[in-house]
């Protein structure tokens, strides 16, 4: 009995974790590189997780309708990496901050990777595309590779 417990827990945990989405995606992959929009909004929330972070932005539209975007940026590791806390990202309560992404690829509503977070003072957080940054840096998308 005591070994069928064990075997029953066991499965049990190898399916828990199979429910567990571990895949990792790539920035050009889920967003367009080639756009950009400008967000002005409070941050009304920071997901400070692994694989990435999760900034949550409230903005108003003109409309008076208030939206909240659920903005990607790089992980924590990174993050920490060059000095950037979530109490730094997140700002002053309250404050308004401008936000450039790049809009979500397949047209989904208030998604987008973060670009740059510049906030009242005018100080800002460059975050860009490390994908963006190496095409750009060689002048655009490698060379087919030959068939």
Do not use: C
């Not at 999760?54 to 992980?75: C, H, M, Q, R």
Request: hydrophobic share 35%; aromatic share 8%; proline share 6%.
């Amino acid at each position: 009995m005591h070994f069928r417990g064990r075997a029953v827990l066991s499965l049990l945990v190898l399916v828990g974790f199979g429910s567990i989405p571990l895949a990792h995606h790539s920035v050009s992959g889920q967003f367009d590189l080639s756009k950009t929009t400008t967000l002005k909004g409070i941050i009304s929330r920071l997901d400070w997780i692994n694989p990435h972070i999760y900034i949550y932005l409230d903005v108003s539209e003109a409309n008076g309708v208030k939206n909240t975007w659920t903005l990607e940026t790089f992980p924590p590791s990174q993050m920490k990496r060059v000095g950037l806390t979530k109490e730094l990202i997140m700002g002053q309560s309250g404050e308004v901050v401008t936000i450039t992404i790049r809009p979500a690829r397949d047209g989904s509503q208030h998604l987008g990777y973060i670009d740059r977070i510049t906030y009242q003072d005018g100080h800002f957080n460059q975050l860009g595309s490390n994908e963006e940054e190496q095409l750009r840096r060689r002048g655009g998308p490698p060379p087919a590779s030959p068939q």
